[in-house]
């Protein structure tokens, strides 16, 4: 079993940065594959970024590349999800997942262990 718990979500302006956290316990967390999804109300859980065991490989949706980043420390059994420049449609429930195949999925089902969620709100 995996536990995952989300940190760092809140409110903020357009065109303001916030980082979020997801501190994992359970598991040997550099063997996990990690990933951050979202879900808006109203709207169908979306891929949002995923990184390797060992962080040499990132995937982003299309709509966050360049302005938001995926990264790991692995020694602090943490994933961070660094969000720049945000817009007010990146207002969403953000989640941390973690898979243990060995190759990095956007495809949400692929994800065995999943956090509660830390919600972002960007106003305009």
């Known amino acids: 079993q995996v536990q995952l718990v989300e940190s760092g979500g809140g409110l903020v302006q357009a065109g303001g940065s916030l980082r979020l956290s997801c501190a994992a316990s359970g598991r040997t967390f550099s063997r996990l594959v990690m990933g951050w999804f979202r879900q808006a109300p109203g709207k169908e859980r979306e891929f949002v970024a995923t990184?390797?065991?060992?962080?040499?490989?990132?995937r982003y949706t299309d709509s966050v590349k360049g302005r938001f980043t995926i990264s790991r420390d692995n020694a602090e059994n943490t994933v961070y999800l660094r969000m720049n420049s945000l817009k007010p449609e990146d207002t969403a429930v953000y989640y941390c997942?973690?898979?243990?195949?060995?190759?990095?999925?956007?495809?949400?089902?692929?994800?065995?262990?999943w956090g509660q969620g830390t919600q972002v709100t960007v106003s305009s």
């Open positions: 997942a973690a898979e243990t195949r060995p190759l990095p999925s956007s495809v949400g089902d692929d994800y065995d262990y």
């Open positions: 990184i390797s065991w060992n962080g040499d490989r990132t």
